[in-house]
């Protein structure tokens, strides 16, 4: 069993119509039609907001946040956000407000409407349960109604997921020779396979998942493993051990974009398009390769494309643009092994997500990787994001609610064709314009 959250409505216009979520995903709730759930108003005066609140969930979890709605969110009669009454409706998308965590039994209203949340949580594999209940009741299935699951594992008090990893990475021949990075997620590490060439060796450590989410988190390796483009850093191998998997690929010696240009500024016109000309090939044969062998019919869609997912391999004219972590990290979050959720995400990888990645989180198509290219391909010209995130505004707010600065207001040397074509490719609402990364770069050498 899949661990579920569920979203009743039991009170308003739309009572006993219910939303069930098996997967990692965001849910915006409000009365536009891009919205689901969408809440239909009780009365002709609206009091549901067009984007009222985010259900962000990665179950067995789940949290509200409100988006600066004019009424309000309250979870068990407590306000958790509302915009101040001489705020406009954008003005208050811009503001932060808290999140509320939920759990099975919270009542979320949203103007005459009531949610309620319930939770199918099934144990870990391998895990003792025990279960505490307000009156004393043991659950006869696997819905936490009032009460806490806990979980406990028959390990040693020094286990450490991610050094038994490396051991299995170690075991299979690989020799770790120093750390690179670490992240929120794991670790990674430069390597070399017996006496053979570099290698980057990177740990994922798994929060939390089913059987079903490393099955599916394997799945995508597999997929990703059938990738073979001079623009895609090649993968190599894979494995697991307990709660963590290791993977190797090809070792850029140039290191990310966003480091370079951390050295450099801004780059030139000439060398930033140059860069993301190489990157669009990448994504043009990702996004139409056949993967039968994977059981994906064609194509595979990144989901995380920013200056630091793209490397930098060789010098001079011989250097090239390849894309990194094609979709492993996001996979890792999608199978809910992560236990991460978007609202905790930084504003750093916000930056680069279009409007309708946030909308539609789940089903995303490759014109959201053909908007992030273009929006680091502003980046690397400016210096900038596309969009303004003034301190303390909500980053998921300003996604919705704003739009990219034209570049020229960056940097007026920018030729005005150029300008032209990116302003274009950054249009994401209501939906995406430039859709395709052939189409891209057809404009970008066009407007050279």
Not at 184 to 206: D, H, T
Request: charged residues 25%; glycine residues 10%; aromatic residues 8%.
């Amino acid at each position: 069993m899949n661990p579920t959250v569920t979203l009743s409505v039991v009170e308003g216009p739309l009572r006993g119509t219910t939303f069930v979520y098996d997967e990692r995903t965001t849910a915006i709730a409000g009365r536009a039609d891009d919205c689901s759930p969408r809440i239909v108003d009780a009365t002709d005066r609206p009091t549901v907001s067009r984007h009222h609140c985010l259900f962000d969930i990665n179950p067995p979890s789940i949290r509200v946040r409100d988006f600066g709605s004019l009424n309000g969110t309250h979870v068990n009669g407590y306000e958790i956000g509302r915009r101040r009454p001489d705020q406009t409706p954008e003005e208050g998308a811009r503001a932060a407000y808290r999140e509320a965590d939920l759990s099975a039994g919270d009542r979320i209203k949203l103007g005459s409407s009531v949610l309620e949340v319930a939770i199918a949580a099934p144990p870990p594999e391998h895990a003792n349960l025990t279960y505490d209940s307000s009156d004393g009741r043991i659950a006869d299935d696997l819905i936490d109604s009032g009460g806490q699951w806990h979980w406990s594992f028959d390990l040693d008090d020094d286990y450490d997921p991610a050094t038994a990893a490396l051991q299995v990475a170690k075991d299979a021949g690989y020799e770790v020779i120093r750390e690179l990075g670490r992240g929120g997620q794991g670790a990674v590490f430069l390597a070399r396979q017996g006496s053979g060439n570099l290698g980057a060796l990177k740990v994922l450590l798994a929060a939390s998942g089913s059987s079903r989410a490393h099955k599916d988190f394997r799945r995508e390796i597999a997929i990703l493993a059938g990738l073979r483009h001079r623009n895609i850093v090649t993968f190599h191998d894979s494995g697991s051990e307990g709660g963590a998997f290791f993977f190797t690929s090809e070792y850029c010696d140039g290191g990310s974009v966003d480091n370079y240009v951390a050295r450099t500024g801004p780059l030139s016109v000439y060398e930033a398009v140059h860069i993301v000309l190489q990157a669009l090939e990448g994504l043009q044969y990702a996004h139409t390769a056949p993967l039968a062998d994977a059981g994906v019919r064609r194509g595979v869609i990144h989901r995380d494309i920013k200056p630091a997912n793209l490397l930098l391999s060789g010098e001079g004219r011989d250097r090239i643009t390849k894309i990194g972590d094609f979709g492993l990290a996001k996979a890792f979050d999608f199978a809910g092994l992560s236990g991460h959720t978007m609202t905790g995400a930084v504003a750093g990888t916000m930056a680069f997500m279009p409007r309708p990645q946030m909308i539609d989180f789940k089903y995303a198509k490759p014109d959201v990787d053909v908007w992030a290219m273009a929006a680091s391909l502003y980046w690397m010209l400016t210096g900038r994001t596309p969009r303004e995130f003034p301190l303390g505004a909500d980053p998921i707010g300003i996604v919705l609610g704003t739009d990219a600065v034209p570049i020229q207001h960056r940097n007026p040397a920018i030729p005005d064709q150029l300008a032209s074509v990116i302003d274009r490719a950054l249009i994401d609402r209501p939906g995406i314009v430039v859709t395709s990364a052939k189409e891209l770069a057809d404009r970008l050498r066009a407007a050279l």
